[in-house]
């Protein structure tokens, strides 16, 4: 096991066009994290899943953002009508989901840059 | 609302010299604290929680509820130190409050 993996690494898009990212939990974690992080902040909440349920969202997370997790698994987080203050790096992590147990453990990031 | 503050966005200290990151929390409840570390270039990674009252490293941080902080601590810092450093919170431990609130960090070098 590699860790929480996400793909791609970087994504150059003009503004109004649509992305996709993904992100691979480490096997078995229950739970899943979505985050992002701009240039001098700590990593922001946006939204986290419980197996396939979609359980909390921040109010970061516009009508523009959609995160999905269908099976369980690995989870895609999409934005549409990109915006250039969407840039930023967009962490995910995951978790065991096991009773009290919270750490978290994250991925390399997806950097998105909007032109 | 939760809130984690770090005071200092930069701290530079000479290697053998102690060091102190701070690090204060709003939250109404007793949450879960965490210290968690980026070195360049590579993910963002846990260095210690204050449930487990372990010491990694050569840091430690312990909760003091009455002043709502959880500081960093290193009686000798070394080089390899050098590092980014977020403090973090989530809900009581056992509890249903999941996410993780983080500091604005703070960037420590530790100088030859």
């Known amino acids: 096991d590699t860790g929480v993996s996400q793909d791609p690494r970087h994504k150059i898009t003009k503004r109004g066009q649509n992305v996709t990212f993904r992100c691979d939990p480490i096997?078995?974690?229950?739970?899943l994290y979505w985050y992002r992080q701009t240039l001098g902040q700590g990593p922001e909440f946006l939204t986290y899943f419980q197996n396939e349920a979609q359980l909390e969202k921040s109010r970061l997370l516009s009508d523009r953002f959609s995160a999905e997790r269908p099976k369980g698994s690995f989870s895609t987080l999409e934005i549409q009508r990109t915006e250039q203050g969407d840039s930023a790096m967009y962490l995910c992590?995951?978790?065991?989901?096991?009773?009290?147990?919270?750490?978290?453990?994250f991925g390399a990031g997806t950097r998105l840059s909007v032109l | 609302a939760q809130r984690v503050t770090q005071p200092e966005k930069l701290l530079s200290v000479f290697k053998g010299a102690p060091v102190e990151l701070k690090c204060n929390y709003s939250?109404?409840?007793?949450?879960?604290l965490f210290w968690y570390v980026q070195y360049s270039r590579q993910r963002l990674q846990l260095l210690l929680r204050?449930?487990s009252r372990e010491s990694i490293k050569g840091f430690t941080a312990d909760l003091n509820k009455g002043e709502t902080s959880f500081h960093l601590k290193k009686p000798f810092a070394q080089e390899e130190d050098s590092a980014m450093y977020y403090c973090?919170?989530?809900?009581?431990?056992?509890?249903?409050?999941?996410?993780?609130?983080f500091g604005k960090g703070t960037l420590l070098t530790v100088n030859p």
């Open positions: 204050h449930i």
């Open positions: 096997s078995e974690h229950n739970r």
């Open positions: 939250y109404s409840g007793s949450p879960e």
């Open positions: 992590a995951s978790s065991s989901g096991s009773f009290g147990e919270n750490i978290q453990y």
């Open positions: 973090a919170l989530s809900g009581e431990s056992g509890g249903s409050n999941y996410k993780l609130t």
